[in-house]
Nanobody, 126 residues
Framework: VQLQASGGGLVQAGGSLRLSCAAS????????VGWFRQAPGREREFVSA????????FYTDSVRGRFTISRDNAKMTVYLQMNSLTPEDTAVYYC????????????????????WGQGTQVTVSS
């Protein structure tokens, strides 16, 4: 599976961005796609995930209510709509995928995902 992330940029606090993660190479119909982020000097952290089959969604507490993850089956693309952005959201955002369903208890584990896209920079100015 190849993943292509896009949509990052520079935005003022309170603004919005939509990230896209386009998948190709094989179907993810049984898998899970996640978004992670990594700020300078910090470990990569879970942001959100969606199971392709069933559409179950997951969010880390700090983004719940502000970010929305969704998928487009026909385009094999996952989106992360980010609203009410704050400087604390500044990071490189990575999309990742697992060809298999990731169980809930493992959804935030970077090691549960075996395909990774390149990162896209999100910078939120105050």
């Amino acid at each position: 599976v190849q993943l292509q992330a896009s949509g990052g940029g520079l935005v003022q606090a309170g603004g919005s961005l939509r990230l896209s993660c386009a998948a190709s190479g094989r179907t993810l119909s049984s898998g899970t796609v996640g978004w992670f982020r990594q700020a300078p000097g910090r470990e990569r952290e879970f942001v959100s995930a969606i199971r392709w089959s069933g559409g179950n969604t997951f969010y880390t507490d700090s983004v719940r209510g502000r970010f929305t993850i969704s998928r487009d089956n026909a385009k094999m693309t996952v989106y992360l709509q980010m609203n009410s952005l704050t400087p604390e959201d500044t990071a490189v955002y990575y999309c990742a995928a697992s060809g298999l369903r990731v169980i809930t208890s493992n959804i935030k584990n970077v090691n549960a995902y075996n395909y990774w896209g390149q990162g896209t920079q999100v910078t939120v100015s105050s």
